[in-house]
C-alpha cells in the first residue's frame, strides 16, 4: 500500500487548490491507486504523485494525464491549470520585486548591457569595421539579435571612443535629413523597404546616410538590416558600392555562447540554473532558427515559475520550453479576456502587423491614437504585462517578430486577413494623407479603392445604403471619416452626374421635337409651294383653252397641274 499523503489546505494559494482538485477528482474516480493510473497515462506512480502533492503547479502535459487517468474532461481541467498559473504567478510578482534577469521578447538597451552575453567576439568585429569603413552593414536573420547587439554591445562598446552616438530605426515615414553625430546605427534597417511607401522618401533617407558617411565631418554609419531584406540593399546602386567590403552575418551563437548567455545572467541575480536545464536549451537553441528570442522567452517564464534560487528543469517545462512558452503566455491571455475582448484584441494585433511580399512579415510600430478603440488601453496592458508588446509615449509594437510565428493563432489570423490588412494598411496611409493635407477632396477614395474598402469594411447592408461611418469594430474613427468622406463625394459625383446627364437628355429630347417640327413645317411649305404652282399652271391651261388659240398645249398643261392640285 502506498504512503499516505499529506493533508493539504486549499486555501494556501492556487497550487494547493488545484492539488486538492486533482485527489478529489481519483476519489471520484473510484480512489485509483498511482500505479494503476500510471497504466493508463503513461507517467511513473511519483510522478503522478507529484503532481497532486501540492509542491509546485505540475506541468500542464502530466496534469492532464492524470485526468485522463481519472476520466476527467480535459478541456475543462485545461482551463483550471491555466487558472491556478496565472494566479500563481501574479503572488509570486507581488511577493518578489527582484528585476528579471531575462528580457523576454523585448530586445536588450544600452542600459541592460549587464545582462548582455554571448557576444563579445561578434561585437568587437563590428566595432573593428566601423573603425575602418564609414558604412558597415550588420545582416541577419529575424530573431538573430541584431538590435540587441547594436544597441547593448556595439553602444556601450564603443561610447568611450565616441562622444556622440545616434539610434534611429526609420518607420514608416524616414527623416530626410539625418542628424550630426559621430556614430549613427540604424536599427531595423529593413522598415525602410517593408512600412515606407513613398519610394521618393526612402530615396532621400537613403541619400542622406549615404552623404553622411562621405561628409568631412568623419561620421560612422552602421545599419542592422534583416537577411530577407539584402536584397532591396543590394539593389541600390550606391548603397551596395558603399558596403561592399563592410558587411558583417550575423552567426548563430555557439554552445558555449548561450551557456554564457544562460548562466551569466542569473549569476548576476543570484539564481542558480539547473545543469540539466542548461543543457536542455542549448540543445533546443543551438541551430534554431530565430531562436534567441524564443529562448529569452523561455528563461523569463522559467524565471517566474522559479522555486527559491534555483530555475528548474520542471519550471522550464511547466512554461512551455523554447517553443511553447510564447504560445503559451499569449493563450493564457487570450483565455482571461470575453469573447467581445478576444475579438478587438485580434483587431488590435494585426494592425502591428506588415504583411510581407515576397519576404516574411514584418511587425509595424503604431500610434496609440490609431489603436484607440474601445478595450484598447486594458488590451494593450495586458500584452505589455506579458511583455509581448513595448509601449511608447506614442507609439505601440510587437516586442519581437518572433511573436508572428510563435503564436499559432496569431499566425492564423494574419494568414486568414492578409488581403485585409494589406488594404487596411493603405486605408491607414490615405486616410492620414488625407487629414495631413486638410482633408483635400482630391485625396479621397475612388473607383476600384473605394468599392474595394466599402466591400472588405462595410456590411452588405450599410454598403448598399452608404453608412460606413456605422461599421466601427475595424475602422478608426479617421479611417471611418475618411471613408465616409468618399462615400458622400462618391454619391454627389453620382447626383450630378445624374442630373447631367438627365439635362442632356433633355436637351436632346428638344433638339429633336425642334429638329421634327422644322422637317413638318419645310415638308408643309414644299408641299403648299407645288400647289400653287399647280394652281397656276392649271390657270395658264384655262386662259389657252378659252383663247382657242393651241387646245393640244392647254391639255398638257391641265393633265400635268390636275395630280398636284388641290
Known amino acids: 500500500m502506498g504512503r499516505r499523503e499529506q493533508p493539504l489546505d486549499p486555501l494556501a494559494g492556487p497550487v494547493a487548490r488545484f492539488a486538492s482538485e486533482l485527489r478529489k ?10 500505479r494503476a493510473m500510471a497504466r493508463r497515462a503513461n507517467y511513473s506512480p511519483a510522478v503522478l504523485a507529484q503532481a497532486a502533492a501540492g509542491d509546485r503547479l505540475p506541468s500542464l502535459p502530466v496534469a492532464l494525464a492524470y485526468v485522463q487517468a481519472c476520466g476527467g474532461d480535459a478541456e475543462e481541467w485545461r482551463a483550471r491549470w491555466h487558472a491556478a498559473d496565472r494566479e500563481a504567478l501574479e503572488r509570486a510578482a507581488e511577493q518578489d520585486d527582484a528585476p528579471a534577469p531575462y528580457l523576454g521578447l523585448a530586445r536588450f538597451e544600452a ?5 548582455f552575453f554571448g557576444r563579445t567576439e561578434l561585437v568587437e568585429r563590428l566595432a573593428g569595421l566601423s573603425r575602418v569603413h564609414r558604412l558597415v552593414l550588420l545582416v541577419g536573420a529575424s530573431g538573430s539579435g541584431k538590435s540587441s547587439l547594436v ?14 552616438i545616434r539610434v534611429l530605426t526609420p ?8 542628424p550630426a553625430a559621430e556614430l549613427i546605427i540604424v536599427d531595423q534597417f529593413e522598415e525602410v523597404f517593408a512600412l515606407c511607401a513613398d519610394p521618393a522618401a526612402r530615396g532621400a533617407f537613403v541619400d542622406a546616410l549615404l552623404e553622411r558617411a562621405r561628409d568631412d565631418s568623419g561620421s560612422r554609419v552602421v545599419l542592422a538590416v534583416r537577411a530577407d531584406f539584402f536584397g532591396h540593399c543590394a539593389g ?13 552575418l550575423m552567426s548563430p551563437m555557439s ?4 551557456r554564457e548567455a544562460i548562466i551569466r545572467p542569473a549569476a548576476g541575480a543570484g539564481l542558480v540554473v539547473e545543469r540539466e536545464l542548461t543543457a536542455r536549451i542549448i540543445a533546443e537553441a543551438e541551430g534554431e532558427p530565430g531562436g534567441l528570442p524564443l529562448m529569452s522567452h523561455a528563461l523569463l517564464e522559467t524565471w517566474r515559475r522559479r522555486r527559491s534560487r534555483a530555475l528548474t528543469l520542471a519550471a522550464y517545462e511547466a512554461a512551455g520550453g523554447i517553443h511553447g512558452s510564447i504560445a503559451r503566455t499569449s493563450e493564457d491571455l487570450y483565455a482571461g479576456l470575453t469573447p467581445a475582448q478576444q475579438e478587438r484584441l485580434r483587431h488590435l494585433l494585426l494592425r502591428l502587423v506588415n504583411p510581407g511580399d515576397d519576404a516574411q512579415d514584418t511587425r509595424r510600430p503604431a500610434d496609440r491614437a490609431e489603436l484607440a478603440t474601445e478595450d484598447a488601453e486594458l488590451l494593450l496592458e495586458r500584452l505589455a504585462e506579458a511583455r509581448l508588446v513595448t509601449l511608447g509615449e506614442e507609439q505601440v509594437d510587437l516586442a519581437h517578430e518572433a511573436l508572428l510565428t510563435a503564436w499559432p493563432r496569431l499566425r492564423s489570423w494574419i494568414e486568414e486577413d492578409r488581403e485585409q490588412i ?23 477614395y475612388r473607383g476600384v479603392r473605394l468599392s474595394a474598402a466599402c466591400e472588405q469594411f462595410t456590411a452588405p447592408d450599410e454598403h448598399l445604403n452608404g453608412h460606413p461611418e456605422m461599421r466601427s469594430e475595424k475602422l478608426t474613427p479617421l479611417e471611418r471619416e475618411f471613408l465616409a468622406a468618399s462615400v458622400a463625394a462618391r454619391d454627389r459625383e453620382r447626383r450630378s452626374r445624374t442630373r447631367r446627364t438627365a439635362a442632356i437628355s433633355g436637351l436632346l429630347v428638344l433638339t429633336l421635337v425642334a429638329a421634327l417640327l422644322a422637317w413638318q413645317q419645310n415638308a408643309t411649305s414644299q408641299t ?16 389657252l383653252r378659252e383663247t382657242d388659240l393651241d387646245p393640244d398645249t392647254a391639255r398638257r398643261t391641265r393633265g400635268q397641274a390636275a395630280p398636284v392640285a388641290p
Open 151 to 164: 544597441r547593448a554591445g556595439l553602444v556601450p562598446y564603443l561610447r568611450g571612443e565616441s562622444r556622440s
Open 528 to 543: 403648299r409651294q407645288r400647289e400653287a404652282e399647280a394652281r397656276r399652271a392649271i390657270g395658264v391651261a384655262e386662259s
Open 255 to 258: 554552445a558555449a555562447e548561450l
Open 25 to 34: 477528482l481519483r476519489q471520484e474516480a473510484g480512489g485509483l491507486t498511482y
Open 422 to 444: 494589406r488594404l487596411q494598411r493603405r486605408l491607414t496611409e490615405a486616410a492620414t494623407a488625407w487629414r495631413d493635407h486638410d482633408r483635400d477632396p482630391g485625396g479621397l
Open 171 to 178: 518607420g514608416a515615414r524616414p527623416p530626410c535629413e539625418v
Open 111 to 115: 542600459e541592460d548591457r549587464e545582462r
Open 236 to 248: 541600390h546602386g550606391a548603397l551596395a558600392e558603399a558596403a561592399r567590403d563592410a558587411t558583417l
